[in-house]
């Protein structure tokens, strides 16, 4: 107890520093993708699978393995995550073929799936009661390092060594963090885990949630089929270099920690509102993307709106979570790990499909569409349920 009583933020970073090597490893692919079907012999297209599998195992297997192990130190296990998490990318950057890499990548995501499930609720049962929503914007705020700082870092790297060594020092990165989450974060009993049945009727009985993760299946597939494929995109449209890619990919994490804090002030008084400008920057930039994106400038000023509004509706979303059911919470958010990963996968998916059969350009326009569509639901759904739509902030720090 003395770590939680005496050093509660040190946990909360531990914890914050696990969401960064989580989400840069499951979307390194994405800024290496060129190089990595061509090491392994395979079509852009397919080497997106490296996305999809992760995203399908994260998010399908989450429900189950949070109930499975409701009764399981989260600080134990959080550690074996991130155990299995290191081990994954010392495989994958090992690899002889690219089946072995997919295999390693679907076990990986199982690992992933849970943390995204748990990591939240720990950061926020370690602090404070009057502090649980800033610990919950400081794990959030994960993401946009990782967008900032990680995966650009990924795409330096593997142009100064290969992809393989890149592998490897994310896994050296694993091995530090799970250090700092055995010293730093206190034992945690498991505190909101139900039952797997229990965890798959919520929806059924709770309309609020049932909307957030329409929202996000619809929000996530339009926006994952455009991103992860945005180099080749930048390089058929911008002519990119390796190095712009770099830049690209920093530029749209900076917007995203940007729209992070933009929303941390304006979700509270009206999260319907932020979500709705955000998801219309999104699809602005998307649709001007495909007009003006031919100019490395202007396909880096879009670059930036993109993020920023992705930053924006990712609290949104998180926030829309939280407050439909705030006494499940670790369930709640197991489910919104099932829906956010598997679409991630699915839109990976399609937007191989897309690359491989109608050109780079259909993925962006795959994009447009979808986003588009979680602003209709929002907008259609709260004129028949003004009271109820689950876009009702969480406690915000």
């Keep these: 107890m003395e770590t939680l009583e005496k050093h509660p933020w040190s946990g909360v970073s531990a914890i914050t520093a696990s969401l960064f090597v989580f989400l840069t490893t499951e979307l390194m692919p994405v800024g290496l993708l060129t190089p990595l079907s061509s090491s392994l012999g395979t079509t852009l297209g397919a080497a997106g699978l490296m996305v999809t599998l992760y995203g399908i195992s994260a998010g399908l297997g989450v429900p189950f393995l949070v109930a499975w192990t409701r009764r399981v130190d989260r600080r134990a296990l959080l550690c074996t995550l991130l155990v299995v998490l290191t081990l994954g990318n010392v495989v994958t950057a090992v690899s002889p073929n ?34 649980a929503g800033r ?74 949630l049932r909307l957030v993760l329409v929202v996000v299946v619809l929000f996530v597939l339009g926006h994952f089929g455009a991103y992860t494929f945005v180099r080749p995109v930048l390089e058929s449209g911008a002519s990119a270099t390796p190095a712009f890619i770099t830049a690209a990919l920093m530029v749209f994490g900076a917007g995203g920690a940007i729209g992070n804090w933009v929303a941390g002030f304006t979700v509270a008084r009206n999260p319907r509102a932020g979500f709705l400008v955000g998801g219309a920057g999104l699809v602005g930039s998307l649709l001007v993307l495909l007009v003006i994106g031919a100019g490395q400038v202007g396909a880096i000023v879009l670059l930036a709106l993109w993020g920023i509004s992705f930053g924006v ?47 780079v350009r259909s993925v962006t326009w795959f994009g447009v569409a979808l986003t588009a569509t979680s602003l209709l639901v929002v907008l259609t759904t709260r004129r028949r349920n003004p009271a109820g739509t689950g876009l009702a902030p969480a406690a915000a720090g």
């Design 135 to 208: 610990a919950a914007a400081v794990v959030m705020s994960g993401i946009s390092i990782a967008t900032v700082v990680g995966i650009p870092l990924g795409t330096v790297l593997e142009s100064l060594t290969s992809w393989r060594t890149t592998f490897l020092i994310w896994a050296g990165l694993g091995v530090l963090v799970l250090i700092a989450v055995a010293a730093a974060v206190p034992s945690l009993p498991s505190g909101s885990a139900v039952p797997v049945r229990d965890v798959f009727r919520l929806p059924l009985a709770n309309t609020r």
């Design 98 to 131: 690219y089946p072995l890499v997919l295999a390693t990548r679907l076990v990986m995501g199982f690992a992933s799936g849970v943390f995204w499930a748990i990591g939240v609720s720990m950061a926020m049962r370690i602090v404070p009661e009057r502090h």
């Design 313 to 359: 509706v990712q609290l949104c979303q998180l926030n829309m979570t939280q407050a439909a059911a705030p006494d499940t919470f670790e369930a709640a958010m197991s489910l919104n790990t099932l829906a956010y990963n598997t679409s991630i996968a699915i839109a990976a998916l399609i937007g191989g499909l897309l690359v491989d059969n109608l050109g």
